[in-house]
């Protein structure tokens, strides 16, 4: 049991920033997009991409509109040098497309690093090394001097190995791993220094990142941590302030948005939160909710099933169905007020209106999805639910009582069966229920003729498999057809309505009619036919099976 759990953690200690700017100020653009999907996304998988799948995703990247992708470790293996190689060497790269490398400041794995890039038309080469007490003392064995040395020396071989290729139009990026528990003080000490080490300009920017390694506080610490930065780095025109945000708190997404609040240019991540431990920031719900605020993120997500299958096949990871913006699930209601109220919404929109859904902030058409799959039935479904899957998918709008009604059936029916209730098994529930009910009454014939009362019918029925001829008079054929019926038991007509079914040569008209039978029993009956009359008798007919059948009617003699 969790009892005291301030014997074994400590908060994070906030940053001192009483004057904050941040949350007076909302984001008006997208950030620099950079994708660590090949390089992060793939050592974070249980089996790390072969080069053909690397290179897909790749493409993939491209073609969402990435124009910076990190997309190896070439020092750490053959597998990564070879892999950059194959995208320069067979010119595999975009014009518009920045190919970035990652490198641990050591000089071995640097040489190896430009090494790998050499020829690429654009290119960063990222240096990271951890600044934190933690990593000083633990793993690196290091004082702030020697790290800093070790940072700075990095980056003057790096502009000395790249001096030789000038064809290549080369950037750098230094990353303080474990910035975020870095001291502040030293954190911008080191920025300094790798900045000027660099030589950087307005024309020759230097993209200082500022990851946080392990999520280990409240979005809005890392956005003090940020802005603070942003307010004391040296040559703040000549650096593109960049963050990595890492998922350990489930707060990526909101500190990366905190962040750019908080003066942050450039974002690094994976599709889908894809990363180490619980992953980087998810790219696709970071651009789409800008998107939702009416801000262009300059990312193409407009066919999102695409990049799922892509994400799959390359990763072997599985998108959750609850993923945001992306699930299989996400939008889609099987709760009953939630699907009445997206009903009705649908119903108000209108064609170029400001999207206003209730239960749905984003229109599913915006990332290629259908309408389709927005209501699904079950269990907890309500009658709006069961009342926009049949107008949807078969065109057949109910009477509001009858949605009522027939919501009745299927929760009987869900209930028992248990599981979702698709459209063509609702579809087959609403014909058994009133379209297909042939006892005891089952229609099969009429003609009409003149009276001088009105309408009469002669009406061609079997009463449990016995032919019967009946005959009626009225106002018109429904109120002649009526009377007919009557000889089988008393009931009035409470409601009666006509709605088209389909279009051109294929329409239908489709009759609802709610019957009250003389015990105070009701019931719809429903019927669908190409001649108006014929669909109203067999609504009629459809009555009374349903009365008969709840209430025990007997033939009067």
Not at 10 to 39: C, G, H, V, Y
Request: hydrophobic share 40%; aromatic share 8%.
């Amino acid at each position: 049991m969790l009892t005291d759990p301030s014997r074994k953690y400590r908060p994070f200690p906030p940053i001192a920033l009483a004057d904050r700017q941040w949350p007076n100020r909302t984001i008006e653009k997208p950030p620099i997009w950079m994708s660590t999907d090949l390089r992060d996304g793939n050592q974070a998988l249980f089996e790390p991409m072969n080069a053909e799948r690397k290179l897909r995703l790749f493409r993939t990247l491209c073609g969402i509109g990435f124009k910076e992708i990190e997309v190896a470790f070439p020092s750490a293996s053959q597998t990564d040098f070879n892999f950059v190689r194959r995208l320069i060497d067979e010119a595999l790269i975009p014009d518009d497309v920045t190919i970035e490398v990652l490198s641990h400041a050591r000089e071995p794995l640097l040489c190896r690093t430009v090494e790998a890039v050499y020829g690429a038309h654009s290119a960063i080469v990222h240096i990271v090394n951890a600044t934190s007490p933690a990593f000083r003392d633990l793993v690196l064995g290091m004082s702030r001097d020697e790290v800093l040395a070790m940072a700075v020396d990095a980056v003057r071989l790096v502009k000395q190995l790249t001096a030789d290729q000038p064809d290549t139009q080369w950037r750098l990026q230094y990353s303080l791993e474990t910035f975020t528990a870095t001291e502040p003080d030293f954190a911008v000490e080191v920025c300094d220094a790798v900045s000027a080490a660099w030589g950087a300009t307005p024309d020759n920017k230097i993209i200082l990142n500022l990851p946080s390694s392990v999520e280990t506080a409240t979005p809005n610490v890392y956005a003090d941590q940020i802005e603070w930065m942003h307010r004391h780095i040296a040559r703040r025109d000549s650096v593109i302030l960049s963050v990595h945000p890492h998922n350990d708190r489930g707060t990526a997404v909101a500190a990366a948005e905190l962040a750019l609040m908080a003066g942050a240019e450039r974002v690094e991540g994976c599709l889908f939160g894809n990363g180490e431990r619980t992953g980087n920031v998810d790219l696709v719900t970071l651009a789409l909710n800008l998107y939702t605020q009416g801000v262009a993120p300059g990312l193409d997500f407009s066919d999102i099933n695409a990049v799922v299958r892509d994400f799959e096949a390359c990763t072997g990871l599985t998108v959750p169905p609850r993923q945001p913006y992306a699930g299989e699930l996400v939008f889609t209601a099987f709760s009953g007020s939630h699907q009445d109220a997206i009903k009705k919404g649908f119903a108000a929109r209108q064609p170029d209106s400001v999207w206003n859904v209730p239960y749905l902030p984003f229109d599913p058409a915006d990332v290629g999805r259908g309408y389709d799959a927005v209501i699904r039935i079950n269990s907890q479904s309500g009658k709006g639910g069961i009342a926009h899957l049949l107008a949807s998918h078969y065109g057949v709008v109910l009477p509001r009582r009858l949605q009522v009604e027939f919501s009745q059936v299927v929760q009987g029916h869900a209930d028992r069966q248990g599981g979702e209730i698709g459209a063509e098994q609702l579809w087959q529930l609403f014909a058994q229920t009133y379209l297909d009910v042939a006892k005891p009454l089952r229609y099969l014939g009429h003609q009409l003729f003149e009276h001088a009362q009105g309408q009469g019918i002669q009406l061609e029925i079997e009463w449990n498999g016995e032919p019967h001829a009946l005959t009626g008079v009225g106002n018109g054929p429904i109120a002649a057809a009526v009377l007919a019926l009557r000889s089988f038991g008393q009931f009035t007509v409470n409601s009666y309505e006509e709605r088209s079914v389909g279009s051109g040569g294929d329409a239908q008209a489709c009759a609802f009619v709610e019957l009250t039978a003389a015990n105070g029993q009701t019931a719809y009956g429903v019927g669908m036919d190409g001649n108006i009359v014929s669909a109203s008798i067999k609504a009629l007919i459809s009555g009374c099976n349903r009365l008969a059948d709840a209430s025990g009617w007997q033939r009067r003699a």
